[in-house]
């Protein structure tokens, strides 16, 4: 088994973005990394080496003091008191200025055991060294005793992030990208190598020494695409689906490939994606369904459940594919509010929607279009149920106004004069309707021929 802590020395490495510092009064510090052990005969845990991003002016700190994990809490009280030993337990970087909030930061401790001379930590960020320092290295036994014959066993483990025990509410807002914990002292080199190789990297940091070994840097499938046709290439998904799932999956990698890459989405203006988009989606209309439609909803970024916003995030993508009427949105859009599953928010978004295309075109002829669409698709009764008694008069006065507008196109005035249009939702319901009159006119002929019957035989009896 190996010995913790290693002989000669440790190094650790991470990726972290803090989003949002928490603020006082309660200053929750970004816990990084916290190993704990104890010894196999015992049941007291003790941190025996902690490194935390202090929340209120954004210093490092990193403690080799032996703490119990139960009462363990990282401050500024420790440091002071480290002061009065020989050599302290806890050290402090100034590095505050050289983090902000919202990017992605490369921290590197280099932790060396003296022999002959002091043990020394050393901190890098971003590939640059910040500072040396003195600091005791991490003591051989639990409990912070000196080194003991027979060696005491123990047991050692980390938190990566905060332990459970010094979580509480806060504002803080980060992440923690990938970590390595190493039994070695890495110089200045190879934290520069490990920088250079940025966070995406996972393979072995030994491939980079070695000029015969291959080594594969992954990146994200956005950036990647860029080599391979970049949102050209998933517009060929998108013209190649036959079926409703192909065509849905081939949006959904569009879409994500899009809002995750800026590259991609500049690519889709300068070669006219969104109109290549909205052709493609006009000759598969037949495969569309509301999921679809939400999906280019999202590209756009006027549907958003959790967010109102009053502007269009992508105009051009808004110009080209919710703008455009041979793309048939409208009546899609009415056959997509009839789904009883959507949320109210999804419901209020689909109709600024609406009412946009509608404002957005002073066409007469346009306007026409889609009163006859609406008609078509929904009704007059569809229309009719906001009139009825016990309705809000604004309500009903808004359903008059849309009235009056449809009507004032001839063809749709004759259609409501004859009740010619009952809505799509009554398409092949002639039959039916046919049958139950049948059914009915038939009971009525029994009830008659009985009643005929009846009155015969007491005619005879009589």
């Known amino acids: 088994e190996r010995l913790f802590p290693p002989p000669s020395g440790l190094s650790y490495s991470t990726w972290f973005c803090v989003e949002r510092f928490s603020t006082a009064p309660q200053a929750h510090p970004v816990r990084l990394l916290t190993m704990v052990r104890r010894a196999t005969s015992s049941e007291q845990h003790y941190v025996c080496l902690a490194v935390v991003l202090s929340g209120k002016d954004r210093s490092l700190t990193v403690s080799t003091k032996e703490e119990l994990l139960q009462t363990y809490s990282a401050d500024e009280s420790s440091e002071e008191a480290s002061f009065y030993e020989i050599l302290p337990c806890c050290a402090r970087f100034r590095c505050g200025e050289l983090i902000a909030e919202g990017q ?23 590939g ?35 332990p459970p025990a010094q979580r509480q509410l806060s504002n803080l807002v980060w992440r923690l990208g990938p970590s390595h914990f190493l039994e070695e002292v ?40 860029q080599y391979v046709g970049g949102a050209a290439a998933i517009l060929g998904l998108v013209a190649m689906a036959s079926d409703v799932e192909g065509l849905y ?38 495969l569309l369904n509301s999921h679809i439609l939400h999906l280019t909803f999202s590209l756009v970024g006027t549907v958003d459940s959790g967010h109102e916003t009053s502007i269009i995030p992508n105009s051009t993508a808004f110009q080209d594919l919710l703008c455009d009427f041979e793309f048939q949105l409208i009546p899609r859009l009415l056959l997509t509010l009839r789904d009883t599953s959507l949320s109210q928010p999804t419901v209020a978004a689909i109709s600024n929607v609406l009412s946009l295309l509608l404002q957005g075109f002073p066409n007469p002829y346009d306007l026409l279009r889609a009163c006859e669409e609406l008609v078509r698709t929904l009704g007059f009764d569809w229309l ?5 008694e016990h309705l809000h008069s604004t309500t009903v006065t808004v359903a008059l106004r849309i009235l009056v507008v449809l009507l004032s196109n001839q063809p749709i005035l004759n259609r409501f004069r004859e009740g010619l249009s009952g809505g799509g939702w009554l398409d092949q319901t002639d039959s039916v ?3 139950k009159i049948g059914t009915v006119l038939g009971e009525h002929k029994a009830l008659f021929d009985c009643t005929n019957e009846t009155s015969t035989q007491i005619q005879a009896s009589v």
């Open 104 to 126: 992605w930061h490369h921290l590197v401790l280099v932790m060396s055991k003296g022999m002959l001379k002091n043990s020394m930590a050393t901190l890098y960020l971003d």
């Open 128 to 162: 640059q060294l910040i500072s040396t320092v003195k600091l005791h290295y991490i003591h051989s036994a639990p409990g912070g005793s000196g080194s003991t014959n027979p060696p005491v066993m123990s047991t050692v483990y980390g938190y990566i992030g905060t």
């Open 186 to 225: 890495l110089p200045a080199t190879s934290v520069a190598a490990i920088f250079e190789l940025g966070p995406n990297y996972v393979g072995s940091f030994q491939a980079v020494y070695l000029p015969c070994v291959r080594s594969f840097v992954p990146k994200p499938v956005a950036t990647n695409l």
């Open 249 to 286: 999956a081939a949006v959904k990698a569009l879409v994500c490939v899009v809002k995750s890459d800026p590259l991609a989405s500049k690519e889709m203006e300068r070669i006219n994606g969104y109109q290549l988009l909205a052709m493609l989606l006009k000759k598969k209309r037949s």
């Open 384 to 388: 009719l149920m906001f009139m009825e």
């Open 433 to 435: 309707l046919t049958n």
